[in-house]
């Protein structure tokens, strides 16, 4: 089993960074499309943006272009959110998420493995 450590959750002031990172166990991660998908209270949880396995991204909300980045060390078998200008509105709970076929999808129930989860939350 496949297991995904987040780490970089945490309080900031709006107009601050943080970058999230993610950690597979395993030797298969290179395989694996990631995706970074967030939950705010009462809401459903959505992708943000996400990451082919050959390092190609693409952003999921329009709110976040030109703000959050996703990148991946495959020697590390790790994946990030570099997450610039930040909003009260991106306070939220931050999950990576892979898919073991190298797809990405939008749809949460198209990952097979999650993270735990880390709390982001942007003061005004």
């Known amino acids: 089993q496949v297991q995904l450590v987040e780490s970089g959750g945490g309080l900031v002031q709006a107009g601050g960074s943080l970058r999230l990172s993610c950690t597979a166990s395993?030797?298969?991660?290179?395989?694996?499309?990631m995706g970074w998908f967030r939950q705010a209270p009462g809401k459903e949880r959505r992708l943000v943006i996400a990451?082919?396995?050959?390092?190609?991204?693409?952003d999921y909300e329009d709110s976040v272009k030109d703000r959050f980045t996703i990148s991946r060390d495959n020697a590390k078998n790790t994946v990030y959110l570099q997450m610039i200008s930040l909003k009260p509105e991106d306070t939220a709970v931050y999950y990576c998420?892979?898919?073991?076929?190298?797809?990405?999808?939008?749809?949460?129930?198209?990952?097979?493995?999650w993270g735990q989860g880390t709390q982001v939350t942007v003061s005004s």
């Open positions: 998420a892979a898919n073991r076929l190298g797809l990405i999808r939008t749809g949460w129930y198209d990952y097979h493995y």
């Open positions: 395993g030797r298969t991660f290179s395989t694996y499309a």
């Open positions: 990451i082919d396995r050959h390092g190609s991204s693409t």
